[in-house]
Each structure stands twice: as structure tokens, then as C-alpha cells.
């Protein structure tokens, strides 16, 4: 009787040392899922071996009734019997919408007046931003018409609840002033041809001076390592970034970022661009390609392998980051882990986005030699974007980098000696130039 007796307290230690993970992952699960999952899942979610099951299931039933419940026999009903309050399963950030709405009043205010019937795509999707949040929110309520968004846009924003997530917003600030756009709003607006994609930029900006306000460098680090290597990630590895320690303070930029894969294309098969790993979008003649062109030219040059593609029914299962951020994050984000790869391998030490992203790459020979490198993938030279660059004076060189493949469009080699004289100590160069340099530089070293 008393090893009976002392088995089970020994059981119980097990269940009590395990029960949080246990609802942790559980909490995880039903933050992306409806359904609960099947016994084999949820091992899979604890790192547990198939093996175990038994041993799981019986943890379970000590929590039944308590943490957890499930009908007998019917797959996927177990619950949370307690569930903490989780975040809605929408989520609309307000700063996104405020950009919207402010980006769609300026472009309202320039139309003619006979033309403002037609709202400006912006106004229109901040709008339905509100409305939407409104009934996600339930005791929020937002304009439901022009008339009334005009009205409110004349009161103070943080009349409207979900502002006041928004840290030192004044207390008086409002849309419209006296009849036009406010000081305020011109703040928020955005430019460019494609404003969902701005706005969506717009949070990688974000990220970086929430980083920079709270000295989180190596987060900062990670952050963007991920978005541009991992741009369509399963549930699975979405949750556990969601709980990495070093991402957790950036955890509401992740879920801006991130969106369901199926939300962002309904395709019945989904393909992936081979170089940059994003899902691809059709054609107009029933081909797919990568939303980048430098993908698909350098994917054909390269005659990179394609990837496998998913059905919708993975694709249930998969999330992918927003058109804005693969633009402005992913894409350029390639060619400078690229060139930190390349030198890595010759043996220097190379740092990614110093000082949470003064410059793109730290390169150190030693105590006294470093270099300072932006990459850059334009398509065009501009004087004006090249002198945005600043000469550093604790580095010994400062460079602008570009890809080899931009050669023939942009003529580095032919034009730099001119521009030089114009940007203060800051050099241009190819990569393939930078490489051969840093090769020169530790022959040297080594052979002294």
C-alpha cells in the first residue's frame, strides 16, 4: 500500500513539473487553431517521442475537469477548460489604420471637388479598418459612413479607444483642422504608388525605432534575419518565435508582419521563387513568378532547382510575411546576408545591422582596420539617395555595395570616380570587388 501510495505522489511531482508546459503549448495551439489537437500533435508540440504518448495521456486525465476537458471518442475536442484571455484571432493594428486614413484624407483633399464622390483607395481600406475593429472590440463604435467619418475626424483621435495604445499621442490632436488635413495626419500619410505596401514598410520602420528606444540589438538582429531567410514559416515555427526569448519584446510586430499564407493568395497550389522562398503569384499567361523581378532574372541566370510547391491544404498550415515587408525587408535583406556569408568564410568577423541598423555590415580585419557596408539593389543611381549615406570616421573605409548582376544597368565602375567626389569619403564598389579586396587585405596580413 505505501509504494502504491508513494508512485502516485511521485506521478503527481511529474504532472505538477509539467502541467504549465503543458498549457503553454496548449495556449499556443488555440491562438492559430479552432480544433484542438490530436494526442500525436500535442507531443509533437511539447518535443516529446510518439513513444510517450501513453505517458501524456495520462497527465492529461489528472488535469481533466481541472485545466482541460474533451468529449471520449471524438477527435479533436480537447479544450481549455480555463483559458487565459488570448489576443483576438484578427488583429488590426491602429497604428496601420491611422496611416491609412491619414494617407487617404491628403489624397482626398488634393482631388477637385467634383471628384471627391470617389474616395481614395486608402480612406476606403481605413475606413473599413475602423468598422471592422469596432466589431471586433463590441463596445467600440466607429463611423459608418462618410458624413460621420468627417465628423469624427474633426474630434480628438483618442476619443476612439483602440489610439490609446499609442504612447504620447496628445490629448487634443485630431484629422482635420479648421477644415483641412491636420499637422497630425500629414505625420502618419505615406507615399508611393502601391499604399498597402507602404503602410506595411511602415512596420519594419517601426520595429527599428522601438529597437533603437529600448537598446534591443540583438532582437533587432533576429528579427531581421528572419523575415528575410524565413519569409513563409509553418504555424508550428510561428508559435515558437512568438516564445523566443530574444523576440518576445518585438512579439505584436511579429503578428503584423505575418499573415496567413491562404489569406494572402487562394490559389489551389501554391508555388515558391527558389531564391528568395516567397510564394509566387500567377501570371497573366498561367505561369508563376516571384512579385520581385530580380528573383525570376537571377533565378533563370543562376538556374536555380525550383521548389516544392504545397497544396491549399498545407497552406492551412503556413504563414508568410505581408507583400510590404518582403519588399522593403526580404529582398534587400538577401544580399546583405549574402556579402556577411561570403566575407564570414574568408575569415573575418562581420557584424549585420551594427548598432541597431546604422549601416548593414560591420566588417573587422582587426583592432584598427574596420570597414562600414551598405548594400544597396537599385535599378537607378541617384546623387541625392548616395549622399543619404554618411562617411563614418571610426571605420576605415565606408562603402556602398551593390550586386555584380547590377553592373550592366548601373556601370559602377564607370561612373563611381565621378560621384565619389560628392560623397564625402564614400566609396563604391561591387560586391565581387569588395570580396577580392578583403582576400588582398588577409594574404597581406598573413603573410606578415
Excluded at 479533436?76 to 491611422?98: A, C
Excluded at 504555424?235 to 519584446?249: E, I, M, N, Q, V
Excluded at 570597414?371 to 537599385?378: M, N, S
Excluded at 548616395?386 to 562603402?399: G, S
Aim: with cysteine; glycine share 4%; proline share 5%.
Amino acid at each position: 500500500m505505501g509504494s502504491t501510495s508513494q508512485s502516485k505522489r511521485v506521478e503527481q511531482m511529474k504532472v505538477t513539473r509539467h502541467r504549465d508546459k503543458i498549457l503553454e503549448a496548449l495556449q499556443e495551439w488555440f491562438c492559430i487553431h479552432k480544433e484542438g489537437p490530436t494526442l500525436e500533435e500535442l507531443c509533437t508540440e511539447l518535443e516529446m517521442q510518439p513513444r510517450q504518448k501513453a505517458t501524456l495521456q495520462r497527465w492529461l486525465q489528472t488535469m481533466r475537469g481541472i485545466d482541460v476537458e474533451w468529449e471520449d471518442h471524438v477527435p479533436r475536442s480537447l479544450h481549455l477548460v480555463r483559458e487565459e484571455p488570448t489576443e483576438p484571432e484578427i488583429q488590426l493594428p491602429v497604428t496601420e489604420t491611422l496611416r491609412y486614413l491619414a494617407t487617404g484624407l491628403a489624397e482626398w483633399e488634393q482631388q477637385e471637388p467634383d471628384q471627391r464622390a470617389n474616395l481614395p483607395q486608402a480612406l476606403r481600406l481605413g475606413m473599413s479598418r475602423m468598422y471592422l475593429t469596432s466589431l471586433l472590440k463590441e463596445d467600440e463604435t466607429a463611423p459608418e459612413n462618410l458624413p460621420e467619418f468627417f465628423q469624427w475626424a474633426e474630434t480628438p483621435v483618442v476619443n476612439w479607444t483602440p489610439t490609446q495604445e499609442i504612447q504620447n499621442l496628445s490629448l487634443d490632436v485630431t484629422l482635420i483642422e479648421d477644415g483641412l488635413v491636420s499637422d497630425f495626419a500629414h505625420q502618419w500619410l505615406v507615399t508611393g504608388k502601391d499604399v498597402e505596401k507602404q503602410v506595411q514598410e511602415k512596420v519594419l520602420q517601426d520595429v527599428l525605432e522601438y529597437c533603437r528606444g529600448n537598446q534591443l540589438d540583438e532582437s533587432y538582429r533576429v528579427f531581421r534575419k528572419i523575415i528575410t531567410t524565413q519569409p513563409v514559416i509553418s504555424y508550428k515555427k510561428y508559435r515558437r518565435l512568438l516564445s523566443k526569448d530574444t523576440l518576445r519584446p518585438l512579439r505584436q510586430y511579429l503578428q503584423q508582419v505575418y499573415v496567413d499564407l491562404v489569406d494572402l493568395s487562394a490559389d489551389r497550389t501554391y508555388h515558391f521563387c527558389p531564391r528568395c522562398k516567397y510564394v509566387k503569384r500567377e501570371r497573366s499567361d498561367g505561369s508563376y513568378g516571384c512579385r520581385n523581378t530580380v528573383c525570376n532574372r537571377l533565378s533563370a541566370k543562376l538556374k536555380l532547382p525550383p521548389n516544392p510547391s504545397i497544396t491549399r491544404d498545407e497552406a492551412e498550415t503556413m504563414k508568410v510575411v505581408t507583400p510590404g515587408v518582403h519588399r522593403y525587408g526580404t529582398i534587400p535583406g538577401l544580399w546583405e546576408i549574402h556579402l556577411a556569408e561570403e566575407l564570414s568564410k574568408l575569415g573575418v568577423r562581420v557584424t549585420l545591422w551594427p548598432q541597431i541598423d546604422e549601416f548593414d555590415l560591420l566588417v573587422e580585419f582587426s583592432r584598427k582596420l574596420h570597414w562600414a557596408i551598405d548594400v544597396k539593389d537599385w535599378s537607378y543611381l541617384d546623387l541625392e539617395r548616395l549622399q543619404k549615406v554618411q562617411y563614418r570616421p571610426d571605420t576605415k573605409e565606408t562603402f556602398i555595395v551593390f550586386p555584380d548582376s547590377r553592373e550592366p544597368e548601373l556601370r559602377i565602375k564607370v561612373v563611381r570616380k565621378k560621384l565619389e567626389s560628392s560623397l564625402n569619403g564614400v566609396r563604391l564598389k561591387l560586391i565581387s570587388e569588395i570580396i577580392a579586396e578583403t582576400k588582398a587585405i588577409l594574404k597581406k596580413k598573413n603573410h606578415a
